[in-house]
């Protein structure tokens, strides 16, 4: 099994920062990989996938890198609205979320 | 749109049984695959099963591996999983989400998920 490892698993950052995620591959997964954010109480929506592609409507400060076994994920500029636990996820094995980080404003 | 509806939540005590059903819409329900995903109360994501899009090729996490079966009839664009031998540890949020492809990778549309609760 492919194991997913995020880290920071939570953060504090103010309004305008630039925020990074890194997610590990156990194993070389190439680019399949996406990014999800999932506001409280919310069910989850995908934002970035094959590791780079940013999903229609998901605004551009939202990015996504990396490729083998690894990932980052960056808020060019944090807003009010991207409070939210965010989780990367590998598909090169079925499927397998990170513990996710928490992003909470400063 | 696309439009999933979880349905059949609830509780159950340890030991029982569940089915819950996703109702699709919205989408040629036949030409995706389609998994569950569950939440434990302040916990992760943590994926369930898949099954492919036009056959029933399925796959299943190992921690519900003989327990839960899944399946959808493209007839009526409905996902199902069936739950026996429920645990305490089963207890979370189950989502609905549709692939973008025909086999399991990309989660681009998901419901709002129906709570299981396990408990004596």
Redesign the interface.
């Known amino acids: ?1 492919i194991q997913m490892t995020q880290s920071p698993s939570s953060l504090s950052a103010s309004v305008g920062d630039r925020v990074t995620i890194a997610c590990q591959a156990s194993q070389d997964i190439s680019n ?1 990989l ?1 990014w ?1 954010q ?1 506001k409280p109480g ?5 934002l970035i ?2 590791a780079s592609n940013l ?1 229609t409507g998901v605004p551009s400060r939202f990015s996504g890198s990396g490729s083998g076994t690894d990932f980052t994920f960056t808020i060019s500029s944090l807003q009010p609205e991207d409070i939210a ?1 965010y ?1 990367c ?1 590998q ?1 090169d094995n ?7 980080t928490k992003v909470e404003i400063k | 749109d696309v439009q999933l509806v979880e349905s059949g939540g609830g509780l159950v005590q340890p030991g029982g049984s569940l089915r819950l059903s996703c109702a699709a819409s919205g989408f040629t329900f036949s030409s995706f695959a389609m ?1 569950w ?1 569950r939440q434990a109360p302040g916990k ?4 369930v099963s ?1 099954i492919i899009g036009s056959d029933d090729d399925t ?1 299943y996490a ?1 921690s519900v591996k003989g327990r839960f079966t899944i399946s959808r009839d493209n007839s009526k664009n409905t996902l199902y999983l069936q739950m026996n031998s429920l645990r305490a540890e089963d207890t979370a949020i189950y ?1 609905c989400a549709k692939d ?1 492809w025909v086999v ?5 549309y ?4 129906t709570l299981v609760t396990v408990s004596s």
């Open positions: 099994d399949f996406n999800y999932q919310k069910a989850p929506k995908l996938y094959d999903e636990t989780y996820q598909y079925l499927l397998t979320f990170g513990g996710g | 998994n995903v992760g994501l943590e994926w898949s796959h190992d989502y973008r399991p990778a990309t989660l681009d998901w419901g709002q998920g």
